[in-house]
Nanobody, 126 residues
Framework: QVQLVESGGGLVQAGGSLRLSCVVS????????MGWFRQAPGKEREFVAA????????FYAESVKGRFTISRDNAKNTMYLQMNSLKPEDTAVYYC???????????????????WGQGTQVTVSS
């Protein structure tokens, strides 16, 4: 059974930083693409960032480009999201997802991800 567990969320002031982690159980982590999504109150879940199997290819939503960095450590079955220059509009529950395969064809779609974590709350105060 594949399980994803996020951590690292919390309360931070605008302009601050947080680093989210997503630990994935099982032996398939290193062969699957991975992604981060977020959902703010009253809004739909939206794409944040995605990373290829090797970690060499990344994609970002325009709203976080230049501020967030996605990465992965296949030896540790862990994906990260470094979030800098946080804004109040970044407040949301952040979810990590494990891709259905090793490609990033439609990385921005929720349907491209087979397993999800329970989410971690990020709150940015102004």
């Amino acid at each position: 059974q594949v399980q994803l567990v996020e951590s690292g969320g919390g309360l931070v002031q605008a302009g601050g930083s947080l680093r989210l982690s997503c630990v994935v159980s099982g032996r398939t982590f290193s062969s699957k693409s991975m992604g981060w999504f977020r959902q703010a109150p009253g809004k739909e879940r939206e794409f944040v960032a995605a990373v290829s199997v090797s970690g060499s290819i990344t994609f970002y939503a325009e709203s976080v480009k230049g501020r967030f960095t996605i990465s992965r450590d296949n030896a540790k079955n862990t994906m990260y999201l470094q979030m800098n220059s946080l804004k109040p509009e970044d407040t949301a529950v952040y979810y990590c997802g494990r891709g259905r395969d090793g490609y990033l064809g439609s990385y921005y779609k929720e349907t491209e991800y087979e397993y999800w974590g329970q989410g971690t709350q990020v709150t940015v105060s102004s």
